[in-house]
């Protein structure tokens, strides 16, 4: 059964700090993986969506890599600010099951 | 665009009520949606995956008698809640599949079971 973790599960940095948040999986028969923002008590932000055929995506000051073989992604944040504060989860879209399955999620803190 | 919508977007009930959520997509047909819940400080768990026309596919330890799915038309899924408990609360996201595996997230509903 696909397992999905995330490494830290919490993350306190000062604004302006470079940041890489951790996420491995345990099947790399996966479709894609996704990278979410939510802020508490709210709905899912999509940020980033990498397909199995890709190695990363970019958006702004946000990057993701994917290395299906390793069971691996990461996620870049550049400079960060205090708007960047919020839980980030990762997904994966597994093959076998069709499914997705969720990391627990790492909490940022960007203290100003 | 590929926006989903759910309704309500927060609901307060007694215990032993039901409640229906609806999970709607706006501007595109979906044939499959897909049913989350998130308990506090949780990261969502997939409850059910819906497919238009037929009976829904519900996860192991989800009750299918709790937790009724109806995927009447291809942009609408509902979730009812039988007979809510204290222990159902909890944050419920629905999304839809648009081509090619990918799902667009609802904004959730927070119910709360008094």
């Known amino acids: 059964k696909q397992e999905v973790t995330q490494i830290p599960a919490a993350l306190s940095v000062p604004e302006g700090e470079n940041l890489v948040l951790n996420c491995s999986f345990t099947d790399s028969a996966i479709y894609n993986l996704q990278w979410f923002r939510q802020d508490p008590g709210k709905g899912l932000t999509s940020l980033l969506l990498i397909q199995s055929s890709q190695r990363e995506q970019t958006s702004g000051r946000l990057n993701a890599s994917l290395d299906k073989s390793s069971g691996r992604s990461t996620l870049y944040i550049a400079a960060s600010q205090p708007g960047d504060s919020a839980t980030y989860l990762c997904?994966?879209?597994?093959?076998?099951?069709?499914?997705?399955?969720f990391g627990a999620g790492t909490r940022l803190t960007v203290k100003p | 665009g590929a926006v989903v919508s759910q309704h309500p977007s927060w609901v307060i009930c007694k215990s032993g009520t039901s409640v229906k959520i609806e999970c709607r997509s706006l501007d595109f047909q979906a044939t499959t949606m897909f049913w989350y819940r998130q308990f506090p400080k949780q990261s969502l768990m997939l409850m059910a995956t819906?497919?238009?026309?037929?009976?829904?596919?519900?996860e192991q330890g989800v009750e299918k008698d709790k937790f009724l799915i109806n995927h009447a038309s291809l942009t609408l899924s509902t979730l009812t809640v039988t007979s809510a408990h204290p222990e159902d609360s909890s944050f419920y996201i629905c999304?839809?599949?648009?081509?090619?595996?990918?799902?667009?997230f609802g904004p959730g509903t927070r119910l709360t079971v008094l």
């Open positions: 999304s839809a599949e648009k081509a090619y595996n990918e799902q667009f």
């Open positions: 997904a994966v879209l597994d093959f076998n099951n069709n499914d997705m399955r």
């Open positions: 819906s497919n238009e026309g037929s009976k829904a596919t519900y």
